[in-house]
């Protein structure tokens, strides 16, 4: 991967706004990539790196319906549930931000097993980010970038985690900065299940669908107060709701079997849209343009 490393500084324009809030915000950051999605609304999902086929399928069936609703995806290319984040993201086409412990030079990525992974990142428009100078860095420093995940991130979402995971670390750190904690359920006699388990018992929002995030920052507006999001003329969904809805106030039923889509992703999509200022929801699953 030969694309141009760019550092950031603290006071520089495109320097993340979300992280520049927390305490120990780095200094630097070294990047590789697209800068421009370093202020987008940006979203964290974390977990263990010996996942089991549900956590799996949970955090793939999630990751779409995020996507769908253009949350911004951050992870740490880690093994697990982190690699499974990044590369349903971009399967979906989405995008999607990788935290480095480690240097970000191409002997430097870590685990040498994702660097495909990284490559396709990087390919596909993403962006790969560390605070460590090039050629430095190394595995012990995980714990201390996990808090770029969370700073970077409106919430993050941990899917499997073991009682000691460092994904725990990142939902702490996740807490302490502000940010919101959500945790997928799982299997109670699943040690993978132990620490969303905790979290939820501490708090931290039961996950089951990807409504259930998106929901929580429709509620909270003032959370896109400084990202301004329009609808994209390029994304099909959203023009075939608009579509619809320009013959006047459309049923949610009606709109899935008009557009031809999943239940879920219409559900996401509008509830993004509405997010934005496109449409409007007018009680009894009945929506209309603005």
């Not at 931000?97 to 430097?108: F, H």
């Amino acid at each position: 991967m030969a694309d141009k490393i760019v550092e950031i500084g603290i006071k520089d324009k495109v320097y993340p706004r979300l992280l520049k809030e927390i305490p120990d915000a780095p200094k630097l950051l070294y990047c590789r990539g697209n800068l421009d999605l370093l202020n987008t609304f940006c979203f964290g999902v974390v977990g263990t790196r010996k996942l089991t086929s549900y956590g799996k399928e949970a955090a793939q069936h999630i990751v779409r319906s995020l996507v769908q609703a253009d949350f911004t995806i951050v992870s740490g290319l880690a093994l697990g549930i982190d690699a499974i984040a990044h590369q349903t993201t971009l399967d979906s086409e989405g995008k999607t931000i990788a935290v480095l412990g480690t240097g970000i030079t191409d002997s430097y990525i870590y685990p040498p097993a994702n660097m495909g992974l990284a490559k396709q990142i990087l390919k596909q428009g993403g962006l790969i980010i560390s605070e460590h100078k090039i050629g430095t860095g190394h595995p012990g420093t995980f714990p201390q970038r996990n808090r770029i995940i969370s700073g970077l991130s409106k919430g993050v979402l941990i899917v499997e985690a073991d009682e000691k995971s460092g994904s725990l670390i990142t939902a702490r750190l996740a807490g302490e900065q502000g940010r919101d904690v959500f945790a997928i359920p799982g299997n109670i006699f699943s040690s993978r299940s132990l620490g969303p388990h905790s979290l939820i018992k501490k708090g931290a929002k039961m996950v089951t669908s990807a409504e259930d995030i998106i929901e929580e920052y429709s509620q909270n507006l003032s959370l896109f107060a400084n990202t301004k999001i329009g609808v994209s003329t390029k994304d099909k969904l959203e023009n075939n709701i608009l579509d619809i809805l320009d013959r006047g106030f459309a049923f949610v039923d009606d709109i899935v079997r008009e557009s031809k889509e999943e239940t879920s992703k219409v559900l996401a999509k509008l509830s993004m849209m509405e997010i934005k200022g496109a449409i409007k929801n007018m009680g009894n699953s009945k929506y209309r343009k603005i």
